[in-house]
T-cell receptor
């Protein structure tokens, strides 16, 4: 069966450290993978998209890698700040180009 | 702010009732998608509308239906509410010709079914 798995346990790190979140998928062949941030009571906000032919993408303190052999994406936040505390969702294209399939999200807590 | 608004913010309904949720997108956003997000889960795709026609549907029964209007607003209707319908309902819009990553999500409507 098709699955997108993210760590369901919250990730607790100290301010200034690098946070690394994992997204694994099974029985999908996505053309791209996206990462979103979601704050409590708010809708997801798009952060980064990486295509299947890209190994790595960066945006300011964010970095995403995409390994189609391992069927895994890693999302890194360097020099993390308490304001980075949120739930981070990965999403990939499911059946039909326009449909997004989301993982369950990982909650990140950055303490001062 | 994404420019996508949803109403109401919160809603409590009784099992068996019907509910209508509303979404207002930015001008020029001809595609709107609706998602259901249960507590602790990621959003699940319900359906998508483009220029007032449904053009994609997820694994949801027919009692979930929608409408899209020419003024960039849309509705999600759910009939015969069940307890499991309790969730955050999100709409996301996309501009004409925009790639799928340009989805702008609204803040959601929290529906509680008792």
């Amino acid at each position: 069966s098709q699955k997108i798995e993210q760590n369901s346990e919250a990730l607790n790190i100290q301010e200034g450290k690098t946070a690394t979140l994992t997204c694994n998928y099974t029985n999908y062949s996505p053309a791209y993978l996206q990462w979103y941030r979601q704050d409590p009571g708010r809708g997801p906000v798009f952060l980064l998209l990486i295509r299947e032919n890209e190994k790595e993408k960066r945006k300011e303190r964010l970095k995403v890698t995409f390994d189609t052999t391992l069927k895994q994406s890693l999302f890194h936040i360097t020099a993390s700040q308490p304001a980075d505390s949120a739930t981070y969702l990965c999403a990939l294209d499911g059946t039909g180009f326009q449909k997004l399939v989301f993982g369950t999200g990982t909650r990140l807590l950055v303490s001062p | 702010e994404t420019g996508v608004t949803q109403s109401p913010t919160h809603l409590i309904k009784t099992r068996g009732q019907q509910v209508t949720l509303r979404c207002s997108s930015q001008s020029g956003h001809n595609t709107v998608s609706w998602y259901q997000q249960a507590l602790g889960q990621g959003p699940q795709f319900i359906f998508q509308y483009y220029r007032e026609e449904e053009n994609g549907r997820g694994n949801f029964p027919p009692r979930f239906s929608g409408l899209q209007f020419p003024n960039y607003s849309s509705e999600l209707n759910v009939n015969a509410l069940e307890l499991d319908d309790s969730a955050l309902y999100l709409c996301a819009s996309r501009p004409e010709g925009g790639s799928v990553h340009e989805q702008y999500f609204g803040p959601g409507t929290r529906l509680t079914v008792t």
